[in-house]
């Protein structure tokens, strides 16, 4: 089992930049990708960003060149900062932890308005 925390979300203006964070514990050995999905409502959830266990990163088209995902494998964590944020970014974020089995977190709220 692998449980997933994420954090960090919140209210922020157009252009404004937030850090979600996902802290993993359990059976984290199993992990090989951590990813970053998001829900807006009324919309399917989409892949954002994932990272491999070697440090190999992809982005949607949406976020290239504004998002980065890292990990800090010490502290068992994935991050997301979002930098330059449109309203279109609202929605809330899921981590998601692929292995043997996958695994969800609850979602952190990210709301981008004036």
């Known amino acids: 089992q692998v449980q997933l925390v994420e954090s960090g979300g919140g209210l922020v203006q157009p252009g404004g930049s937030l850090k979600l964070s996902c802290a993993a514990s359990?059976?984290?050995?199993?992990?090989?990708?951590l990813n970053w999905y998001r829900q807006a409502p009324g919309k399917q959830r989409e892949l954002v960003a994932f990272?491999?266990?070697?440090?190999?990163?992809l982005y949607s088209d949406s976020v290239k060149g504004r998002f980065t995902i890292s990990r800090d494998n010490a502290k068992n964590t994935v991050y997301l900062q979002m930098n330059s944020l449109k309203p279109e970014d609202t929605a809330t974020y899921y981590c998601?932890?692929?292995?043997?089995?996958?695994?969800w977190g609850k979602g952190t709220l990210v709301t981008v308005s004036s």
């Open positions: 998601r932890a692929v292995g043997v089995y996958n695994y």
């Open positions: 359990g059976s984290i050995f199993s992990i090989n990708t």
């Open positions: 990272i491999t266990r070697d440090g190999s990163t």
